[in-house]
């Protein structure tokens, strides 16, 4: 199966369960600002990852405009995943039948940005400290998934 693995990611989480993705299904990986609508056309299946702001999946929209063949998300941020409402994700980003994973990323305020640092701080209550919750374990459904296409 011809297969892309797309992301969007603002502090590198995202991008490296992208790549981890990629590698474990030996497809392409890339950002989501360096395809178009004709290079998703060429592919049976687009796995695409964004990083989650206020709850909405970035590039989703994006990538469901370029209509690939099938659809793959998954969604990273920094909830627990034992605390996340997938259901309400899955109303709010409009994902209807599309399959959605859910991994939890971490924080970089190195790399977040005067705005995000500040919107961090209002949403959490706390100062945004550097965690890393990322582990290559959690993408084995993902891949067992695609594997039984
Ligand atoms: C402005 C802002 C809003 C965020 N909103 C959420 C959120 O609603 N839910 C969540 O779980 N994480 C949220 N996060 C955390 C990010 O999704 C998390 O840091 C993620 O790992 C970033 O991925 P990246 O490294 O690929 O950019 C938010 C972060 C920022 C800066």
Known sequence: ??????????TGFTKRYARWIGEELS????????????????YEL??????IMGGM?????K??????????VFGVGFTDKKEVDMEKWR????????????YEGGMNPEKMGLMGKTMVRLVTK????????????????LVDTVKAL
């Open 1 to 10: 199966m011809n297969i892309l693995v797309t992301y969007q990611s603002k």
């Open 27 to 42: 497809c392409e990986c890339k950002k989501l600002s360096a395809v178009d609508a004709a290079q998703i056309a060429g």
């Open 46 to 51: 687009v796995i695409h990852g964004g990083w």
């Open 57 to 61: 999946i970035n590039g989703l929209e």
């Open 63 to 72: 990538i469901k405009s370029f209509h690939p063949q099938k659809l793959i």
């Open 91 to 102: 109303t709010e980003n409009k994902l209807s039948d599309i399959p959605f994973f859910y």
């Open 126 to 141: 706390k100062k945004p400290e550097y965690v890393d919750y990322t582990k290559k374990d959690k993408i084995r459904e």
